[in-house]
């Protein structure tokens, strides 16, 4: 039994499924204490803080992480410690740029910001980004290593010792100011840890070299937009609903509270995909198209079957779920949640064709395919949120004046606050609209190379999902 046990606990799978699942829920808990703690609009600038800093973090890193976690993972010793000192240097010179930029943007347009929900970021994001720079370094050398242990505790340390802080915050009630102190500081000592351990891989940056260097920069210039659009295509809808003079911050908490329940949805799918990726990546240097294809259609397919009963438990229950998260404030937005539920089944198998474009060494496919996405989100956000919400406002206002007799006025606060929910609704379907044609454009890209069945993507899939479950369940027995 002990034997089972320590088999199961130093499984790659399953390190990374505690990785991505632990990291998650310890996430997901300070998120759920944030927005108890914080007033809607106060929320709304910190998930715009972090909406901001996630998606810039996307720029620093794209056009070093996806490359360094390829090559890494079949590099000789001399090869790895000339990788990693490239991938120091090239994302040290691209977080001095960006903070420069930051802050000469700041100084131009200082009132603007200040006036804005989004002066928090450009106050604090080049102190952050120095700060996480180790950090971020460790994951990607880690990833390619197959060092998930390492992930692992790496990221606990990260995120709990947030989350404590945020438990006890509760008895000293810091502002959030002092909040985001805190979050600098625990993000700090994650990697005073990793240079110390040389996870990051500081040491070798002086191994750096220009042929290292070239064959990072030229696999990432398509992987920085590929990282890019993908996390556009998560925080479009912040930026866009937080520029909008109708939805404001208030509008930027109410949809996160749905919008962070699909990190139900992301758990399994990240960590299946980073154990996947390097085995896949190896399986392409190789030559073995027919291991890579079967990957695919097992971690599409098998995921896409094991996530259909958390997404209809999760639709059929949207309105508890969003009330013990968020509170009674929140309720109005389980159908927006219920559209991401929709939206979940789509994901695993656009995912792993991002994720088999990359392994394949096609990443021009795979920034084509997000670029599409992307674009496809932005413009349907725009049309939600600044020409479809005065329609909304407009209906729902004249219903309640001329259906139920209400004053104007009371009638503009009953249709604004409807109209907000309509709004933020079609945001979310813009979701499943953008997920539909990822996968057909993907597929399409894929296909070229693997010569895919697109109903193997299931039968193979569920085979796999129940052969999956058989085992945890033998497992458990």
Same mark, same amino acid.
């Given at each position: ?55 810039i ?30 991938n ?8 001095i ?38 950090f ?30 945020? $438990? ?22 994650? $990697? ?52 909008s ?66 997404m209809?438990?999760c ?59 992307a ?47 309509? *709004? ?10 953008? *997920? ?11 296909n ?21 479950a ?8």
């Open positions: 039994m002990n034997g089972l046990i320590k088999k199961i606990l130093t499984n790659n799978n399953f390190l990374s499924l505690a990785n991505n699942g632990l990291v998650a829920v310890f996430g997901f808990l300070s998120f759920f204490m944030l927005v108890r703690m914080l007033p809607q609009e106060i929320f709304g600038e910190w998930v715009l803080f972090i909406s901001m800093s996630n998606f973090d996307m720029l620093r890193f794209g056009i070093t992480r996806t490359a360094i976690t390829r090559f890494l993972s079949s590099a000789n010793e001399t090869e790895a410690k000339n990788l990693m000192g490239s120091n240097l090239i994302n040290l010179i691209s977080t740029g960006i903070s420069v930029l930051t802050i000469l943007i700041y100084l131009i347009f200082t009132d603007g910001i200040r006036n804005s929900g989004f002066a928090m970021f450009f106050i604090w994001y080049p102190v952050y980004s120095f700060l996480t720079l180790p971020n370094n460790a994951q990607a050398v880690l990833q390619a290593k197959m060092k998930f242990d390492s992930m692992l505790w790496l990221r606990l340390i990260n995120v709990g010792s947030f989350m404590v802080f945020i $438990s006890l915050n509760f008895f000293f009630k810091f502002d959030i100011q002092g909040i985001l102190f805190a979050y600098m500081a625990t993000n700090f000592i994650s $990697s005073v840890i990793a240079s110390m351990l040389n996870w990051d891989g500081i040491r070798y940056l002086f191994h750096a070299t220009r042929a290292a260097s070239k064959t990072i920069l030229d696999f990432g210039k398509y992987t920085t937009g590929t990282l890019i659009g993908s996390n556009l295509l998560r925080s479009a809808d912040t930026f866009i609903i937080g520029l003079p109708f939805l404001g911050t208030t509008g930027v908490a109410l949809y996160s509270i749905p919008l962070k329940l699909t990190e139900i949805i992301e758990i399994p799918l990240r960590s299946f995909a980073a154990t996947a990726f390097p085995a896949m990546s190896k399986a392409s240097i190789d030559n073995d198209n027919e291991k890579v294809k079967q990957l695919f259609y097992q971690n599409a397919g098998g995921t896409t079957f094991l996530l259909i009963p958390v209809l438990f639709f059929i229950f949207a309105e508890q779920i969003v009330y013990i998260i968020g509170g009674s404030d929140y309720i109005i937005t389980a159908n927006i949640f219920r559209l991401f539920c929709i939206y979940g089944l789509f994901l695993p198998v656009d995912r792993f064709i991002g994720v088999t474009l990359d392994s394949v060494n096609k990443p021009k496919q795979n920034f084509i395919k997000v670029i599409y996405m674009s496809s989100n932005i413009v349907g956000d725009i049309i939600a949120v600044f020409g479809l919400s005065g329609i909304v406002l407009g209906f729902s206002w004249v219903v309640l004046v001329f259906g139920n007799a209400v004053a104007p006025d009371v009638a503009y606060d009953m249709a604004h606050a409807s109209a907000m929910i309509k *709004t933020l609704e079609l945001v979310a379907f813009v979701s499943i609209i953008f *997920t539909i044609i990822g996968i057909a454009i993907g597929f399409k890209y894929l070229e190379s693997l010569n895919l069945r697109f109903r193997d993507i299931f039968s193979i899939g569920f085979s796999s999902a129940i052969q999956f058989k085992q945890v369940f033998m497992k458990l027995h």
